[in-house]
């Protein structure tokens, strides 16, 4: 009976192996930048590209949690938990995990964002064994002990202190929280004082083992790498650790829905002792899904997104009223932002907001000359490409690209869609998104009078 027990137990082992599906999404020349995808039995995803040019690789765990899955009361529990993994598992402790990677020269890090949560090494080449040996320790064996969650309590909350102490970071929280109010994507990925205080090991733990099951993440790794022996690393590691127990799981979706942003022309001011004021003017913008995010990726650059720009040019160099003036678009799963930022003298405030608002307003209503347009498709095709020549780069696009979109789109490609945004399109975008009203969060130390003046700039 032992005996014909163990065969059934080998065949199952063996059918689950059998079961592991390997596709080819981008096909490089020559094997550059070779794009390959592995589900594991158990729903794990493995994502690699390759690129045997470079001496270097970066390993990274990709979690479908971001803040936007907390409730109130866990609010900062995800980047709270980011923070535990570092601290120690069954076999390492937190100076054991630190120094396997600096021992070689690696860099080890991790961030929390309102959708996910990644976990990352870039190494040699050589020693990516190492660092997929030790970044999945971390996601598969943390043991969350009390002390460590008391000891950590403190560095969080000096990072929130850090953070308050920027408020030309801290606008932006603001300004979530102005057009999404009180639910999850308007409140701070790191938490409050408050949330941060009542966090406990114990509901942290229940956090981890809810959202850290293989079927919510995504391994990814670029460089000098070879896709099978990644592969099997990752596999041996995770089976190790026991946690691919369902051979039948399958990977969680792309988040979808929709959410509502609140009435627009909201306005809130946070009064503070700095010497400027930061201030973020901005509306609803496009989800990161929706097909005309290329040409407002256009529009963006053109209106703020460098040197040569509509409101770089009006507002520094042309009246020198701000240092530091750019636009951004930010877009999740259902919905989307458009911002403004800009950090002027207090007394300039209400001039730089009539510039900002009169340009956005211009171009809702005239849209963009050809010219224009043409220098923003130019600037963006090149920025896409100078920002994923290193290894961590390319390791995000592919991660977030398999957990956000579940699909995967080579450079050319999307230097493809970037050249194909017509004028028309932009057009049409900027009358859809600059044409709705803004809102408005600033932070700084205005007068009453001032204050009381700054609903002007959304009416």
């Given at each position: ?59 990274g ?16 529990a ?22 396997a ?5 690696g ?40 002390e ?10 000096e ?27 308007g409140?701070?990925v790191?938490?409050?004082?408050d ?16 959202h ?14 070879d ?11 995770f089976?190790?650790a026991?946690a ?6 399958q ?23 700095t010497?400027q ?8 913008g ?5 097909e ?43 919905c ?74 080579s ?27 803004p ?21």
């Amino acid at each position: 009976m032992t005996s014909r027990g163990s065969k059934a137990t080998a065949r199952t082992s063996s059918e689950a192996r059998a079961v592991a599906r390997t596709q080819t999404l981008i096909k490089g020349e020559n094997g550059i930048g070779t794009v390959r995808r592995t589900t594991l039995p158990g729903g794990l995803r493995i994502v690699t590209e390759t690129l045997p040019s470079v001496r270097s690789a970066t390993f990274g765990i990709w979690a479908h949690v971001g803040s936007r899955d907390e409730t109130p009361a866990l609010n900062g529990a995800t980047h709270y938990l980011e923070h535990l993994l570092f601290k120690g598992t069954a076999t390492r402790s937190a100076l054991d995990i630190s120094a396997a990677i600096d021992a070689v020269g690696g860099e080890m890090n991790a961030f929390t964002a309102k959708e996910y949560t990644c976990y990352y090494a870039r190494v040699l080449d050589t020693d990516l064994p190492l660092a997929i040996d030790v970044v999945c320790d971390m996601l598969t064996g943390s043991v969350i002990r009390e002390e460590d969650v008391d000891v950590e309590r403190g560095a969080i909350l000096e990072e929130i202190a850090m953070t308050e102490d920027d408020p030309g970071d801290c606008v932006h929280d603001l300004f979530a929280h102005t057009m999404f109010g009180d639910n999850p994507l308007g409140r701070p990925v790191l938490g409050t004082v408050d949330t941060v205080n009542a966090l406990t090991a114990v509901r942290i733990r229940r956090f981890y083992k809810k959202h850290y099951d293989p079927t919510h993440l995504v391994v990814a790794c670029a460089g000098n790498v070879d896709h099978d022996k990644v592969v099997r690393r990752v596999r041996a590691a995770f089976e190790k650790a026991g946690a691919l127990k369902d051979p039948g799981a399958q990977p969680i979706a792309p988040r979808g829905g929709r959410r509502a942003l609140r009435t627009a022309g909201r306005v809130e001011l946070l009064g503070r002792k700095t010497e400027q004021a930061h201030i973020v003017l901005g509306m609803p913008g496009l989800a990161r899904t929706d097909e005309r995010r290329w040409a407002l990726g256009v529009l963006n650059t053109a209106l703020g997104g460098g040197m040569s720009s509509r409101l770089f040019q009006e507002v520094r160099e042309k009246r020198g009223l701000a240092y530091s003036v750019y636009s951004y678009t930010s877009g999740f799963a259902d919905c989307g932002l458009f911002g403004v930022y800009a950090g002027c003298r207090p007394s300039q405030v209400h001039d730089v907001l009539k510039i900002c608002r009169d340009e956005l307003d211009r171009v809702a209503e005239h849209g963009l000359p050809d010219d224009e347009i043409e220098r923003a498709i130019g600037q963006l095709r090149g920025s896409t490409v100078l920002g994923l020549e290193d290894t961590g780069a390319l390791m995000n696009r592919i991660g977030k690209s398999e957990l956000c979109w579940g699909e995967q789109m080579s450079v050319d490609d999307m230097l493809s869609r970037i050249a194909s945004v017509t004028p028309d399109d932009v057009r049409s975008v900027a009358r859809d998104i600059l044409g709705r009203r803004p809102s408005l969060s600033v932070i700084g130390p205005l007068k009453d009078k001032q204050a009381a003046r700054l609903h002007e700039a959304v009416a």
